[in-house]
């Protein structure tokens, strides 16, 4: 079976800082591009960041640029977001996506992922 696993979700304090770890079973990573998604009750699913797979460049959204930063591990099959100065409005479940996709991965939209995880819930609150 091919499986994306996400874990690290917690509820945290404002200013708080997480790992969540994305761990792929049945296929490899190392020819993926990978994304983190969020979602939020009452919004829409928004991409945070990906890691691409050709030379491994590394993009964000605004939102977190400076605060998150994602990681590769191709030995252990595992994607990292490392989320730092974490505000309530971060608060969502998060999800990685992957897929084999021949440009950077900024480029490219979730609906164009085909793995998916089932997310990890993280709450920052006071």
């Known amino acids: 079976q091919e499986q994306l696993v996400e874990s690290g979700g917690a509820l945290v304090q404002p200013g708080g800082s997480l790992r969540l770890s994305c761990v792929a079973s049945?296929?490899?990573?190392?020819?993926?591009?990978v994304g983190w998604f969020r979602q939020a009750p009452g919004k829409e699913r928004e991409w945070v960041s990906c890691?691409?797979?050709?030379?491994?460049?590394?993009f964000y959204t605004n939102s977190v640029k400076g605060r998150f930063t994602i990681s590769k591990d191709n030995a252990k099959n595992t994607v990292y977001l490392h989320m730092n100065s974490l505000k309530p409005d971060d608060t969502a479940v998060y999800y990685c996506a992957a897929e084999r996709l021949a440009l950077s991965c900024n480029l490219y939209h979730a609906y164009e992922y085909g793995h998916w995880g089932q997310g990890t819930q993280v709450t920052v609150s006071s």
């Open positions: 890691i691409s797979d050709g030379d491994g460049s590394t």
């Open positions: 049945g296929f490899s990573l190392g020819d993926k591009n």
